[in-house]
């Protein structure tokens, strides 16, 4: 059985960083997409970024995380990441992580089969 937990969601300042996790649990796929989400009280789910594992590595994002989030995948703990740097008070939001075991996914909510928790991010002024 799949399992995604996410962690690493807090409290930060404006222009702050945090790094989200989100370790896998049960996954047998050799290669598969993974990805984050995020989801604002009152607005619908958002995808921020996607990475192939165990594939070519292709990475995409958000016109609105581009240059300011990365995700990256550390294979030996099981472990997806989300870098989030520059914080601005809209990405508060809870995010979750997400995977499916077809590759080169985008970022829409219908491609993905298993989903976290989610973790929750408040950025204040």
């Known amino acids: 059985q799949v399992q995604l937990v996410e962690s690493g969601g807090g409290s930060v300042q404006a222009g702050g960083s945090l790094r989200l996790s989100c370790a896998v649990f049960g996954y047998t796929y050799s290669s598969y997409c993974m990805a984050w989400f995020r989801q604002a009280p009152g607005k619908e789910r958002e995808g921020l970024a996607s990475?192939?594992?165990?594939?070519?590595?292709?990475?995409i994002y958000a016109d609105s995380v581009k240059g300011r989030f990365t995700i990256s995948k550390d294979n030996a703990k099981n472990t997806l990441y989300l870098q989030m740097n520059s914080l601005k008070p809209e990405d508060t939001a809870m995010y979750y992580c997400?995977?499916?075991?077809?590759?080169?996914?985008?970022?829409?909510?219908?491609?993905?089969?298993?989903w976290g928790q989610g973790t929750q991010v408040t950025v204040s002024s």
């Open positions: 997400a995977a499916d075991y077809i590759v080169s996914r985008g970022l829409a909510i219908w491609e993905y089969k298993y």
């Open positions: 990475i192939n594992i165990n594939s070519d590595g292709r990475t």
